[in-house]
């Protein structure tokens, strides 16, 4: 599935291809977050021929709630309902699980937990969060996982990672018997846990290297520890996963995190920053990021970056973009979700060009230093 093409000389950047039955992905590479099967505010048009990406992420949990497995069954898959025809990655919900502490428990048997929409009670298993993504029909699923809090006792966490390991077993088990619904393959990765202990990350990392998924996650990191800390595990990580499968580090992040994690052997990413932030006024520019929400840009009859491919940048002017989201226009949200989004995929295009002529390792700390700036 996974074709390793090259590796830097001064870091461990990984330039790759990632083959699925919906295309062929090249990486590194970020992938927009359609939650509910759709990116908000950007259609799938815009997405392919526009913004370039390559791959997006769609949610087991969100989806298995709304519409459900059998409006999506119906339909034939969320490719098909979505009209989307490249590769979709599903998470198994876990994060959001996760994120309900206060409405689920977790037991052997998998995850039990009260939808946030109206209280109704449901369980998760290794098994049947399977058999959801196969109808769902995602090129890429995720295993059902614990993320533990940060911060985390080295019990909770030891535990934590010892049940994400049985449901892995379980759900690996479960993959090879449930067969596709739709007439393409689909791959499963395994996702690393352990908390905030190397111990426990690299006995993780050594534990899903051992087992035969198509490729690994880094999970349970970007959950609130400082910014060092995540570099460092991340960095840990690979050290201990396999060359030959592709490393995804689940949930991260600013453009500089994505720069920082490549620099560590990361080859997906995927991230809800750019259109969450961009609805919120927030533009990831070459030289760094912008509140266009603030008063400076109120009569600032200047373009962004005139030579940057997207219409918010050399189209529309900074005070038209400053008065459209201060009044919550939905058209200024949406340019800006698409700018930030082809931001992104202009970032990752530029990291594999850079990998591939051998100069990410010189170029890459300015550029981090750069996109950190705030204009």
């Known amino acids: 599935m996974y074709t390793l093409k090259k590796t830097a000389s001064t870091t461990k950047a990984r330039l790759g291809e990632l083959k699925t039955a919906h295309g062929t992905i090249e990486t ?180 899903m290297a051992d087992q035969d998924f198509e490729g690994i996650a880094i999970g349970g990191l970007s959950v609130g520890e400082p910014i060092d800390m995540m570099y460092e595990f991340t960095d840990l990580n690979t050290d201990y996963l396999p060359k030959e499968k592709a490393r995804y580090l689940m949930g991260v992040g600013t453009p500089a995190n994505l720069l920082e994690g490549v620099a560590r052997g990361v080859d997906m990413f995927d991230c809800v920053m750019p259109t969450r932030n961009a609805r919120n006024g927030t533009i990831f520019t070459r030289n760094g990021r912008v509140n266009i929400r603030n008063a400076q840009w109120k009569e600032h009859h200047d373009y962004l970056d005139p030579d940057f491919p997207s219409d918010l940048c050399s189209k529309y002017t900074m005070a038209y973009i400053h008065h459209l989201i201060r009044n919550n226009e939905i058209f200024g949200m949406v340019l800006a979700s698409i700018h930030n989004l082809t931001f992104y995929l202009w970032l990752m295009e530029e990291v594999r060009k850079r990998i591939a002529d051998d100069t990410f390792g010189e170029w890459y700390p300015g550029m981090v230093e750069r996109l950190e700036n705030r204009i």
């Not at 395994?190 to 905030?196: A, F, L």
């Open 28 to 207: 590194p590479i970020f992938m927009p977050v359609g939650t509910l099967g759709t990116v908000k505010g950007v259609s799938q048009d815009t997405l392919a021929d526009q913004i370039k990406a390559q791959i997006i992420l769609g949610n087991t949990y969100h989806l298995y709630l709304r519409p459900g497995c059998d409006i999506i069954k119906e339909a034939g898959g969320l490719h098909k309902f979505m009209k989307w025809d490249l590769p979709i990655l599903t998470d198994s919900g876990g994060y959001q699980i996760f994120s309900l502490s206060d409405n689920r428990e977790l037991d052997e048997e998998g995850a039990h937990f009260q939808s946030h929409i109206d209280g109704s009670r449901h369980t998760f298993t290794p098994e049947n969060v399977v058999e959801t993504q196969r109808i769902l029909g995602s090129d890429i699923m995720m295993l059902l996982d614990e993320c533990p809090p940060y911060p985390s006792s080295y019990d909770y966490a030891k535990n934590s990672m010892e049940l994400t390991h049985r449901w892995a077993k379980r759900g690996r088990k479960a993959f090879l018997e449930m067969k596709p619904l739709y007439g393409h393959e689909q791959a499963q990765f395994g996702i690393v846990q352990g908390g905030t202990y190397k111990d426990l990350r690299i006995e993780s990392s050594k534990f």
